[in-house]
């Protein structure tokens, strides 16, 4: 059973960072495309960024490009979220979804395996 854990989720003033954490068990981590979604209160869960299985590629949605890094230790079975320069408008609960796939990912209907989320707060 593929499990996702995230951590790394907090309460931060605007222009903060803070750096996600999501570890994935019972799977092969290396054959998993991975991405970081968020969902605020009243709106649809939205992808931020995903990385292809071999790291060679990622996508960021566009408000988070130059702020959000989105990177993968395959030897930890860990992908990351660095997030700089946060803003108000990023508070959200954040996710890790999987999917054992050789292409980018970047629809949440595609992703098979999920994680239960960690919560982002950006105050002004």
């Known amino acids: 059973q593929v499990q996702l854990v995230e951590s790394g989720g907090g309460l931060v003033q605007t222009g903060g960072s803070l750096r996600l954490s999501c570890v994935v068990s019972?799977?092969?981590?290396?054959?998993?495309?991975m991405g970081w979604f968020r969902q605020a209160p009243g709106k649809d869960r939205e992808l931020v960024a995903a990385?292809?299985?071999?790291?060679?590629?990622?996508y960021y949605a566009d408000f988070v490009k130059g702020r959000f890094t989105i990177s993968r230790d395959n030897a930890k079975n860990t992908v990351y979220l660095q997030m700089n320069s946060l803003k108000p408008e990023d508070t959200a609960v954040y996710y890790c979804?999987?999917?054992?796939?050789?292409?980018?990912?970047?629809?949440?209907?595609?992703?098979?395996?999920w994680g239960q989320g960690t919560q982002v707060t950006v105050s002004s």
């Open positions: 990385i292809r299985r071999n790291a060679y590629f990622t």
């Open positions: 979804a999987a999917k054992d796939s050789f292409v980018l990912i970047t629809t949440v209907s595609e992703y098979d395996y």
């Open positions: 019972g799977g092969t981590f290396s054959m998993y495309g």
